[in-house]
């Protein structure tokens, strides 16, 4: 069955540095991959969609990369504040049913 | 304007009832979710509706049903709820069932005592 790793569960950084969120996948060859954030006693918000062929992807400060060979995806926030302190999921996807599988997520803490 | 409304956020009943959980869109979307989060965090598909037609039953026991009278609401009923229902619901909708990015609802937070 399919299974997804995020780096860890949490991750603390200095406000201004970059924050790097790792995304593995087995036993799955998804066509695209999702990121969402979400926050506490909230849903899911959607961030970006990296497709299988494409490397990269950005959206303001937000930059997405998608290694199928290594089955792996990185979301990186640069220039990171205090408000982007949240829970960031990944979530692989490519049935034509439109299965997306969500990761556990990584809380993510910036700090001042 | 909530893009995709839950009913109720909280919801508190004994083992053995039956309880339902209402969503709806205003998006114009085609496709409709119903997710459980639980105290581990996973977010896992349980059901999907595209244009009121079924098209994703992952596995959940039949104590579980969804019914979808149009496709702008889809609704969660729970016959007998059990302890290990207790998990915090999220309705979702798409423009389409395959990349189209999902929209979550603030979610219901069941709690089965």
């Known amino acids: 069955s399919q299974k997804i790793e995020q780096n860890s569960e949490a991750l603390n950084i200095q406000e201004g540095k970059t924050a790097t969120l790792t995304c593995n996948y087995t036993?799955?060859?998804?066509?695209?991959l999702q990121w969402y954030r979400q926050d506490p006693g909230r849903g899911p918000v959607f961030l970006l969609l990296i497709r299988e062929n494409e490397k990269e992807k950005r959206k303001e400060r937000l930059k997405v990369t998608f290694d199928t060979t290594l089955k792996q995806s990185l979301f990186h926030i640069t220039a990171s504040q205090p408000a982007d302190s949240a829970t960031y999921l990944c979530a692989p996807g490519g049935s034509t049913l439109g299965r997306l599988y969500f990761g556990r997520g990584t809380q993510l803490t910036v700090w001042p | 304007d909530t893009a995709v409304s839950q009913t109720p956020k909280y919801l508190v009943t004994q083992m053995g009832n039956d309880k339902s959980i209402k969503c709806e869109q205003n998006l114009g979307h085609d496709t409709m979710y119903w997710y459980k989060q639980d105290s581990k965090k996973f977010l896992k598909i349980m059901f999907s509706?595209?244009?009121?037609?079924?098209?994703i039953n992952e596995t959940v026991p039949n104590r579980f049903s969804p019914k979808s009278p149009d496709k702008a609401h889809l609704n969660l009923h729970i016959n007998s709820l059990e302890l290990g229902d207790s998990a915090v619901y999220f309705c979702?909708?798409?423009?389409?069932?395959?990349?189209?990015?999902?929209?979550f609802g603030s979610g219901t937070r069941l709690t089965v005592v």
């Open positions: 979702a909708s798409s423009q389409d069932r395959g990349q189209g990015l999902r929209t």
């Open positions: 509706y595209n244009n009121k037609e079924l098209i």
């Open positions: 036993n799955y060859s998804p066509a695209y």
